[in-house]
C-alpha cells in the first residue's frame, strides 16, 4: 500500500494511544516507525503494560473512535469471543450501593481483556500504509534543542541508534521519561499536578456458567463509602474477570479467600457470589495505583516536532475506566490538527487535547475528593458539583431518563452538563417530578 503524505514520523511505546496515533498518522506521513520496548511473541500480558492483566472496560466514546479509524474493530474483537451488550441490560451498575435501573442507552459495551483488544489494534494498525513496529527497542533520548526535536536515540539489546524524524510522538504510558528528556535539551518541562489515591488492584479470573449474574455479561458495582468497589466481565473464552479495588492503602488480596472477604464487604452482593461458587483459573495478581497524574504541556512552551499522547499526558485514576477512552479522544484531537497541517502542531494539538483532557479529568479527580481521605482543594464547585451527582446517583436507581443520561455522561459521550439541562436536572433534584 502507498503511504499517506512525505516525512517520518516516530511513535514511542505500542500501546493504545501508540497505535492509535500510528494509524492517524500514516495518513500524513511516509512512514511511521513504531518504537517499543517490549516484544509480542505471545499475545498475552506483557512487562510493560502491567495493569493489562486487570479489568479493562473501553468506555463507548473510546470504541466509537477506534470504530472510526478502524472501521469493523468492534466486530472483529467480537468474533475472537469478547461480548457485547447494549451498556445498561446486558451488563448491570451499582452507583451509591444500588442497582442503576436497567434501559436503552444507545451505548455498546465491549467485553474484552486489554491482550486482546491490543492485539486486534495492533494488527490492524500494522496493515496501515507505511507502518513499521520495531520491538525490543527502547528510546532512551531525544535528538534536537530547545526549539525542535528531530529525532530520538534508541536502544536495542544495549546498542544505541539515533533515527532522524519530522515529529516524535510520546506514547510511552504514565512512566514516560520526555519531561526529563527534554530538560537535558533545555525544552520546556510540562507542570505535574498528581492526585494521591493509593488505590490497590486485584485481578483473578474464573470459569464463567451461564447461570451466573442471571446470564448477563458484567457487573460494575462502584467505590462505595468504604472506598471499596469491584466489577465482573464476562471476557474471551467464557470467563470471568474479576477485578476488585480499594482507594487509599486498604488494597484488596489476591489469595482465593482474602479475595472472597474483601468481595464481601463491597456494596452489592453480585462479585461475591461469582467469587465463591465459579471455579477459579489462575493465582491471581495485585496492582497498586498511587496517584493519578496530569502534565500541562499545554502550559509549557513545547518544542516543534515533538507531541506527548495518552497516559504520557495524563494518568487518570482507573476506577473509572476513562485512560483508553481518552487516549483515543486526544489521537482524534491530532487527527483534527494534522489536517489543517504541521505548522505549529504542538501548540494547537495541546491547546484542543488539554479541553478534551479537562473534561474526564475535573470528573474524576471531583468524584476522588469524595473521599476525605484524598488531599486535595475542595473548592465550592467541587463540594456542589458531588453534592448534585449523589442527587443524580439516587435518581438513576429508578429513573431510566436519569439512568440513561448519567451512562452517556461517564461515557464520555455526552458532556457533563447534559446532566444541568433543566428536563434532567428538574427529576434528578425534584424527586416528585420523576415520580409522575
Ligand atoms: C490497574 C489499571 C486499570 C485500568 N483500567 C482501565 C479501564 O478499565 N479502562 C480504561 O480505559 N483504562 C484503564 N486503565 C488506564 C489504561 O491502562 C491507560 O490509560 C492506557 O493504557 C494508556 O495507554 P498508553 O498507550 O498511553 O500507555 P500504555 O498502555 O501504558 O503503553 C505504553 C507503551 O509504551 C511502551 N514503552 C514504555 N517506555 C518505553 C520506552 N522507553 N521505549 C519504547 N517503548 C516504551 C510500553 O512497553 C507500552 O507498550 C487502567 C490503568 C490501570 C493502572
Given at each position: 500500500?502507498?503511504?499517506?503524505?512525505t516525512?517520518?514520523?516516530?511513535?514511542?511505546?505500542?500501546g493504545?494511544?501508540?497505535?492509535?496515533?500510528?494509524?492517524?498518522?500514516?495518513?500524513y506521513f511516509?512512514?511511521v516507525?513504531?518504537?517499543?520496548?517490549?516484544t509480542f511473541?505471545?499475545?498475552?500480558p506483557?512487562r510493560?503494560?502491567?495493569?493489562?492483566?486487570?479489568?479493562?472496560?473501553l468506555?463507548?466514546?473510546?470504541r466509537?473512535?477506534?470504530?472510526?479509524?478502524?472501521?469493523g474493530?468492534t466486530?472483529?474483537?467480537?468474533?475472537?469471543?469478547?461480548?457485547?451488550?447494549?451498556?445498561?441490560?446486558?451488563?448491570?451498575?451499582?452507583?451509591?450501593?444500588?442497582?442503576?435501573t436497567?434501559?436503552?442507552?444507545?451505548?455498546?459495551?465491549?467485553?474484552a481483556?486489554?491482550?486482546?483488544?491490543e492485539s486486534v489494534?495492533r494488527r490492524?494498525?500494522l496493515a496501515?500504509?507505511?507502518?513499521?513496529?520495531?520491538?525490543?527497542?527502547a528510546a532512551?533520548?531525544l535528538?534536537?534543542d530547545?526549539?525542535?526535536?528531530t529525532?530520538?536515540?534508541?536502544a536495542?539489546?544495549e546498542?544505541?541508534?539515533?533515527?532522524?524524524?519530522?515529529?516524535?510522538?510520546d506514547a510511552t504510558?504514565?512512566a514516560s521519561?520526555s519531561?526529563d528528556?527534554?530538560?537535558?535539551?533545555?525544552?520546556?518541562?510540562?507542570r505535574?499536578?498528581?492526585?494521591?489515591?493509593?488505590?490497590?488492584?486485584?485481578?483473578r479470573?474464573y470459569r464463567?456458567?451461564?447461570?451466573?449474574?442471571?446470564?448477563?455479561?458484567?457487573?460494575?458495582?462502584s467505590t462505595g463509602p468504604?472506598?471499596?468497589?469491584?466489577g465482573?466481565?464476562?471476557v474471551?473464552d467464557?470467563?470471568w474477570h474479576?477485578?476488585l479495588?480499594?482507594m487509599?492503602g486498604d488494597?484488596p488480596p489476591?489469595?482465593?479467600?482474602?479475595?472472597?472477604d474483601?468481595?464481601?464487604t463491597?456494596?452489592a452482593?453480585?462479585?461475591h457470589?461469582i467469587?465463591t461458587s465459579?471455579?477459579p483459573?489462575?493465582?491471581?495478581v495485585?496492582h497498586?495505583?498511587r496517584?493519578?497524574v496530569?502534565?500541562?504541556?499545554e502550559?509549557?512552551?513545547?518544542?516543534?516536532?515533538f507531541?506527548?499522547?495518552?497516559?504520557?499526558?495524563?494518568?487518570f485514576n482507573?476506577?473509572?475506566?476513562?485512560g483508553?477512552?481518552?487516549?483515543?479522544?486526544?489521537?482524534?484531537?491530532?487527527?483534527?490538527c494534522?489536517?489543517?497541517g504541521t505548522?505549529?502542531?504542538?501548540a494547537?494539538?495541546y491547546?484542543?487535547?488539554?479541553?478534551?483532557?479537562d473534561?474526564?479529568?475535573?470528573?474524576?479527580?471531583g468524584?476522588?475528593l469524595r473521599y476525605p481521605?484524598v488531599?486535595?482543594?475542595r473548592?465550592a464547585?467541587?463540594r456542589?458539583?458531588?453534592?448534585?451527582v449523589?442527587?443524580?446517583h439516587?435518581?438513576?436507581?429508578?429513573?431510566?431518563?436519569i439512568a440513561?443520561?448519567f451512562?452517556?455522561?461517564?461515557?464520555?459521550?455526552?458532556?457533563p452538563?447534559?446532566?444541568?439541562?433543566?428536563a434532567?436536572?428538574?427529576?434528578?433534584?425534584?424527586?416528585?417530578?420523576?415520580n409522575?
Open positions: 500500500m502507498s503511504a499517506g503524505g516525512g517520518h514520523a516516530i511513535v514511542l511505546g505500542a493504545i494511544a501508540g497505535m492509535l496515533s500510528a494509524r492517524v498518522l500514516s495518513e511516509e512512514r516507525t513504531v518504537i517499543e520496548r517490549d511473541d505471545a499475545d498475552g506483557r510493560g503494560v502491567p495493569q493489562a492483566r486487570h479489568l479493562h472496560g468506555l463507548d466514546r473510546g466509537t473512535i477506534i470504530e472510526e479509524l478502524h472501521p474493530f466486530e472483529e474483537a467480537a468474533a475472537l469471543g469478547a461480548p457485547t451488550a447494549e451498556a445498561l441490560i446486558g451488563t448491570r451498575w451499582y452507583l451509591s450501593g444500588l442497582r442503576v436497567p434501559t436503552e442507552t444507545g451505548l455498546t459495551s465491549l467485553m481483556t486489554r491482550p486482546l483488544l489494534l490492524r494498525t496501515a500504509p507505511g507502518v513499521e513496529l520495531r520491538t525490543a527497542a532512551r533520548a535528538i534536537g530547545a526549539r525542535r526535536i529525532g530520538v536515540v534508541i536495542r539489546e546498542v544505541e541508534q539515533a533515527v532522524a524524524a519530522d515529529l516524535v510522538v504510558g504514565k521519561r519531561p528528556w527534554l530538560r537535558a535539551l533545555g525544552a520546556a518541562t510540562p505535574e499536578e498528581r492526585v494521591d489515591v493509593d488505590l490497590g488492584y486485584a485481578s479470573f464463567r456458567t451461564p447461570e451466573d449474574l442471571d446470564g448477563q455479561s458484567s457487573v460494575i458495582i468504604n472506598g471499596r468497589g469491584g465482573a466481565i464476562r474471551e467464557d470467563r474479576v477485578t479495588a480499594g487509599l488494597h489476591v489469595d482465593p479467600a482474602g479475595f472472597a474483601f468481595a464481601a463491597i456494596a452482593p453480585d462479585i457470589r467469587v465459579a471455579e483459573l489462575d493465582d491471581g495485585p497498586r495505583f496517584h493519578a496530569r502534565r500541562r504541556f502550559r509549557s512552551h513545547a518544542p516543534e516536532g507531541l506527548a499522547v495518552g497516559d504520557a499526558v495524563c494518568s482507573p476506577l473509572y475506566a476513562q483508553m477512552a481518552v487516549a483515543a479522544q486526544q489521537v482524534r484531537v491530532l487527527r483534527d494534522l489536517a489543517v505548522v505549529d502542531l504542538p494547537r494539538f491547546a484542543a487535547a488539554a479541553r478534551v483532557v473534561v474526564a479529568w475535573q470528573m474524576s479527580t468524584s476522588d481521605g488531599v486535595g482543594h473548592t464547585r467541587v456542589l458539583t458531588n453534592a448534585y449523589g442527587a443524580a439516587r435518581a438513576a436507581h429508578t429513573d431510566p431518563r440513561r443520561t451512562l452517556r455522561v461517564a461515557n464520555l459521550v455526552e458532556p452538563a447534559a446532566l444541568l439541562r433543566p434532567i436536572a428538574s427529576r434528578i433534584l425534584l424527586p416528585g417530578r420523576r409522575r
